[in-house]
């Protein structure tokens, strides 16, 4: 069955640093989405991704965020300037079209130190 | 904007017991409903959702929801838990179309416990 992958699954860094979150979405599925958990906390919603341009985002996803297809089966997301408060799981999800199903990847723990 | 309000922060059962676990939405049109389960160090796993049509919805691993718009409420049901269900449940809304986002908003979870 096909499945969203996501790399690495866990990634330290230290405050400041980029850092690139991989994610493979399901092979015909042409949404893409972002959503992080901060531990204890819900699931959010980041920015959501169609036909290689940002359809929505939230109030989390400020400049220091950027998302990238770099090509047909890659999505990434970005952070430029890591926070402790980054520090979270982010979660790589894809749909496809004519679908509400949102399909998820197992998520990359971001810790930041 | 649409909200998920998962009322039971953790709840324990025993196996072979009956579950329910609580979810309602405030959303002013028909939303489109889902539960999805996280095991521990995985990913989010669709159970079922519900679009229009029949109220109550039928999952995976034989979780089953009903969907009543008198009390804006998704409430997810498994008639005899197995040890295997203790995960965490999280009760979403896609609160409308909007071209290409169609973005999910969570409540904040149930962690299920299972006792043996």
């Known amino acids: 069955e096909p499945e969203v992958t996501q790399t690495p699954s866990h990634q330290v860094t230290q405050m400041g640093q980029e850092v690139i979150l991989r994610c493979v979405p399901i092979?015909?599925?042409?949404?893409f989405y972002w959503y992080r958990q901060i531990l204890g906390q819900k699931v959010e919603f980041l920015v959501s991704?169609?036909?290689?341009?940002?359809?929505?985002k939230s109030e989390i996803f400020d400049d220091q965020f950027s998302v990238e297809r770099p090509d047909g089966s890659n999505f990434t997301l970005k952070i430029r300037s890591t926070k402790l408060e980054d520090s979270a799981m982010y979660f790589c999800a894809s749909r496809a079209s004519g679908s509400y199903e949102q399909y998820f990847g197992p998520g990359t723990r971001l810790t930041v130190t | 904007a649409q909200s998920v309000t998962q009322p039971d922060i953790h709840i324990t059962v025993s196996e072979g017991a009956s579950l329910e676990l609580r979810c309602n939405y405030s959303y002013g049109a028909t939303p489109y409903l889902f539960w999805y389960v996280q095991s521990p160090g995985q990913g989010l796993q669709l159970l079922l959702k519900y679009f229009s049509g029949d109220t109550l919805v039928q999952g995976i691993k034989g979780f089953e929801a009903e969907f009543k718009r008198s009390q804006s409420s998704f409430n997810l049901r498994k008639p005899s838990v197995h040890w295997s269900d203790a995960a965490e449940y999280f009760c979403?809304?896609?609160?409308?179309?909007?071209?290409?986002?169609?973005?999910?908003?969570f409540g904040t979870g149930t962690q299920l416990k299972v006792e043996l």
């Open positions: 991704f169609y036909n290689n341009e940002i359809s929505e």
């Open positions: 092979s015909n599925h042409l949404y």
């Open positions: 979403a809304v896609i609160g409308g179309l909007t071209g290409g986002g169609n973005k999910l908003t």
